[in-house]
């Protein structure tokens, strides 16, 4: 009975392990087959749209611990198993884009967009936001019509 419980634990374990690796990120324009208009707006009028612009500009000021915490917030996934390393090596995911907000969307994409697989509307809330957002990094900050709006 206990080998029979270790290996479906080890099997659990193995699955949780797959689907982790399968949820990766896919960067925004994965998103604008199915999301036409919602990507067109936060191409538009998203700020995040374009957020590694400030990052390419101060580059060469900035000392490698300072680039990396820019990364952070102006990238998406940097730093997570699939994110953004490098402009040169992940330049789909330079900027922050759909998935900073929603989450890796590999496993969404190729489930065919099961709804289940992506963090979507009414499940971000303002702690999803302020690892970034907060008053040490932005002073005014509008909570509120960024999560029912979704800069989209």
């Known amino acids: 009975m206990r080998m029979e419980m270790a290996v ?3 099997a659990l374990a193995v699955g949780a392990s797959a689907l982790a690796a399968e949820n990766r990120f896919v960067g925004s324009t994965a998103c604008a087959d199915c999301h036409e208009s919602q990507y067109a707006s936060y191409k538009a009028n998203a700020k995040k749209a374009h957020s590694s612009r400030s ?23 940097y730093g997570k198993p699939g994110g953004f390393v490098s402009f040169e090596k992940t330049p789909e995911l330079a900027d922050a884009g759909c ?5 890796p969307g590999g496993a969404h994409v190729d489930a065919g967009g099961d709804p289940s697989l992506i963090k979507g509307r009414g499940k971000i809330r303002v702690e999803d936001c302020s690892g970034c ?15 029912y709006s979704g800069g989209h």
């Not at 907060?134 to 019509?145: D, L, T, Y």
């Open 55 to 77: 990052v390419r500009i101060m580059a060469s000021d900035l000392t490698e611990a300072e680039l990396k915490e820019c990364f952070g917030c102006h990238t998406t996934g």
């Open 99 to 103: 998935e900073v907000c929603h989450g």
């Open 133 to 147: 957002h907060n008053e040490e990094r932005v002073k005014a900050f509008g909570f509120k019509s960024t999560l």
């Open 8 to 10: 479906v634990m080890v």
